[in-house]
């Protein structure tokens, strides 16, 4: 019989699966001991580096390092070029999608996604409607979110405004690389420490003018749980880190205040949620943004990576419209499935989500973090009667999903190797002609026994994916 | 470079001094405990404290309680300095800041710098004041400034010499003179209220500045003071002496404004080099030795006011004098 959950390491008659062999074989020769230092010296390396995530508690700030798992996920070479063809079939058909609906907005006439859900999205910006965008590259940096069962690869998630988790795909790769350096190389693993290089070439392809770009990244600063990852990458890049208090606009250019006066800016990969940006267009009490910002963009003197407004292609209600949105804008069939989605705005979608609340995972339209939902197979009748209460109330808000069998792969916990549900996190980007994905991604691992929240403010924690041939 | 991030590298180095120096300061009175008198124990902790500019925890009124308490307490006053993060000048607070300014940074500094720097402050955040007592009261001091000297080596070998390594050296040589100013300056005037060696021994002074053997190879093993103000003040070659700093303070911010990018000098730079003249030049071997408590306050007050004109010129986003580069 079939076993519930996929495993990424053993077949169902137990053997290692032919990629996994060599790491099996590896780990199952070593004392609980050895596994034991492995892990202490990934968690070591992590510690010192200060890769750490923060974390916001009332006055109190403090630097959190994420659980790393030093066993990886292994992947065959094979599975992961049909994960990155249908990485960047979807991020195309979105960018496609984006600049539709603040132009001419063709889809919505069309009937391809209902108009109410695309105007009455908070996160869809009436200000970039009409905006010319540079070479229509709505959004250069994309995460999706993908899971596995037994039927396969599917999206159960796409990040199109801020993807974080970047740093920890190259941090996990280098203390595992670091912990297996034979291996490592005898897997030929596919190489993801190029990253920063290929972002630097998408960023600066994406420049207004023909000159050598200046490209900086806007980081909401140290506070921020990601700024880490902003202090990477901008210093893998060599580009500058700026806050908005570094930046000014002047006759509609923005400039950066260095130490020899403003110099001007071409390119901005922002880190920064769209309300924040600009005080004057957007949230007027926003301290992080500068006054002007968007002005200048409008102008069309720098280019945003990504775009404001690109939240409303991955709102969780729209996403349910993504194979449609490929089907309209490319012709073509989704090479990655989404997952089964019933929407509570439409009446079948939220009688068939309040009659299987026990069975189904609730989201909030615009929750993230694991935040604002309802695991129903793992929560009590009191807590599915208050879920049912709010949908009644905002059935809008909500959509569901059934409880996915997510893949498990093997962990380090507890002093021995047991499996623990997985996601993966892909990084796709999309340049002036040309799209690009590193072979790898921030692969998450619900780390408490039983739980399918890989989120590391839920008690998450992650692990390295190998690309390797197979 | 970014006028944040150079006030992020200036403070980085001006904190890591600090913190140099604070250690310098708390193992003088630590190491006298083994040998040294109660009153002469309380005079390194007046120098510590006024050094500081502080007050020393709970300070007693009369000179007579303020002995016994200095000397008692030795204990708490170190706590106080070492690992006490309400007291900004505590090593604990002065590695925390320059390390909050490092993060800010990072994408600037090399790997081992960094985890240099945090790992240090991953040993301090859990410090542990009365195992480490137990173990030598200077114990605490001693693991501190051997991380220092560790992260100043990789900082030596490692970073680039660019905007931002000469704002970090100007932070540090900046807090340097200013601690060291008012560093001598106690010790003089403490030294003469005394009246006698045995309270403040130069040779003491020297040891502390890491001079003394250099002194006796230069000079001779009989310490003389004013040979001892000469050499820690005019010294071109002694890396602690005044002399020393203000020339290195010159030449970073000559880099910073490379040479004929700027006429006239830009305000900091006519005033570091007129502060180099005036250290050059003082007279502190002759009659005028009398007048050196004024002048070192004198030094200190200059270079707090050039610490303001480079904050000024570089630091506090100069965009209204600026212009696209």
């Not at chain 1, 699966?17 to 202490?40: H, I, N, S, T, Y």
């Not at chain 1, 069939?333 to 009688?351: K, W």
């Not at chain 2, 003469?192 to 890491?210: H, K, N, S, Y």
Request: one cysteine or more.
């Amino acid at each position: 019989m079939e076993p519930r959950f996929y495993d990424e390491m053993f077949e169902n008659d137990g053997t290692a699966r032919a990629a996994g062999r060599r790491m099996v074989e590896a780990l199952g020769g070593l004392a609980p001991e050895d596994l034991a230092k492995l892990q202490e010296s990934v968690y070591r390396r992590f510690l010192h580096e200060g890769i750490t995530f923060t974390v916001l508690g009332g006055d109190e700030m403090t630097e959190r390092i994420i659980p790393l798992d030093f066993v990886p996920r292994l992947l065959a070479a094979r599975e992961w070029e049909h994960i990155e063809r249908g990485l960047k079939q979807r991020l195309a058909a979105l960018n496609l999608f984006l600049k539709d609906i603040y132009h001419e907005g063709r889809s919505l006439r069309d009937g391809v996604v209902p108009l109410d859900l695309v105007l009455g999205c908070p996160q869809y910006r009436i200000e970039m409607r009409g905006i010319n965008i540079p070479h229509d590259v709505y959004v250069a940096v994309c995460g999706t979110d993908l899971v596995r069962t037994h039927d396969g690869f599917a999206v159960l998630e796409d990040n199109l405004r801020v993807p974080s988790g970047v740093s920890y795909m190259l941090g996990c790769r280098d203390a595992v690389k670091g912990a297996f350096p034979d291996l490592y190389r005898a897997h030929r693993v596919r190489e993801v420490s190029d990253y920063s290089k290929r972002l630097y070439a998408i960023l600066s392809s994406l420049a207004p003018s023909m000159r050598t770009p200046r490209v900086a990244i806007l980081t909401p600063g140290l506070y921020n749980s990601a700024f880490y990852e902003h202090a990477l990458l901008a210093g893998e890049m060599g580009i500058d880190l700026v806050e908005g208090q570094d930046l000014v606009v002047h006759d509609a250019v923005l400039f950066a205040r260095t130490t020899k006066g403003l110099q001007r800016i071409d390119v901005l990969y922002r880190r920064l949620d769209d309300d924040f940006l600009d005080p004057v267009t957007f949230r007027a009490d926003s301290a992080l943004g500068a006054a002007g910002l968007f002005h200048a963009y409008r102008a069309g003197n720098f280019v945003l990576a990504n775009a404001p407004g690109t939240g409303v292609a991955d709102d969780k209600a729209l996403y349910a419209y993504v194979p449609r949105i490929i089907r309209y804008f490319l012709d073509e069939e989704p090479i990655l499935s989404n997952v089964e989605t019933h929407l509570c705005r439409e009446p079948d979608g939220l009688a068939h989500t309040l009659e299987h609340l026990d069975e189904l995972v609730v989201k909030e339209v615009g929750g993230s973090g694991g935040y604002g939902m309802l695991v129903g197979p793992h929560s009590t009748r009191a807590e599915r009667a208050e879920f049912a209460e709010r949908i009644r109330a905002d059935p809008a808000n909500f959509i569901s999903q059934p409880t996915l069998d997510l893949s498990r792969a093997p962990c380090f916990v507890d002093g021995r190797i047991e499996p623990r549900h997985v996601d993966l996190r892909p990084f796709v980007l999309q340049g002036r002609d040309r799209q690009d994905v590193v072979p790898g991604g921030l692969c998450r691992v619900a780390l408490r026994r039983g739980s399918l929240v890989v989120n590391s403010s839920q008690g998450g924690g992650c692990k390295d994916l190998w690309v390797v041939d197979g | 470079m970014l006028a944040r991030v150079a006030a992020n590298f200036y403070w980085m180095g001006r904190y890591l001094e600090r913190t140099k120096q604070t250690i310098r300061l708390v193992r003088y009175p630590l190491d006298r405990l083994v040998d040294r008198t109660a009153g002469e124990i309380a005079v390194a902790w007046e120098v510590v404290y006024r050094t500081l500019g502080q007050t020393p925890p709970d300070a007693p009124e009369s000179r007579a309680e303020a002995e016994m308490f200095l000397m008692t307490d030795a204990y708490t006053l170190a706590g106080s300095l070492i690992e006490e993060t309400a007291n900004p000048e505590s090593i604990v607070s002065c590695w925390n800041v320059a390390r909050e300014n490092a993060r800010q940074v990072r994408s600037h500094l090399p790997l081992p710098v960094w985890t240099c720097l945090n790992q240090g402050f991953l040993w301090m955040r859990d410090i542990d004041l009365p195992t480490a007592w137990r173990s030598g009261p200077s114990a605490l001091a001693g693991e501190a400034s051997d991380r220092l000297r560790h992260l100043s080596g990789v900082m030596d070998a490692l970073m680039y010499r660019d905007d931002g390594w000469r704002f970090m050296v100007l932070g540090r040589f900046i807090e340097r003179v200013q601690h060291q100013a008012a560093f001598l300056g106690a010790w003089v005037e403490l030294g003469r209220r005394e009246r006698g060696e045995a309270a403040l021994p130069w040779a003491d002074l020297l040891r502390i500045c890491g001079a003394y053997e250099v002194y006796s190879r230069r000079y001779s093993m009989q310490v003389r003071q004013e040979q001892v103000l000469v050499f820690l003040v005019q010294d071109p070659e002694l890396p602690r002496s005044l002399r020393f700093s203000m020339h290195l303070i010159e030449e970073m911010l000559a880099g910073i404004d490379a040479a004929g990018a700027r006429y006239p000098l830009a305000p900091p730079h006519r005033m570091a080099l007129r502060l180099a003249a005036a250290l050059e030049v003082e007279n502190l071997d002759g009659e005028r030795g009398r007048d050196s408590v004024r002048f070192f306050r004198s030094i200190a007050n200059e270079c707090r006011r050039l610490h303001e004109l480079a904050v000024a010129a570089y630091l506090e986003f100069p965009f209204a004098a600026g212009q696209e580069t």
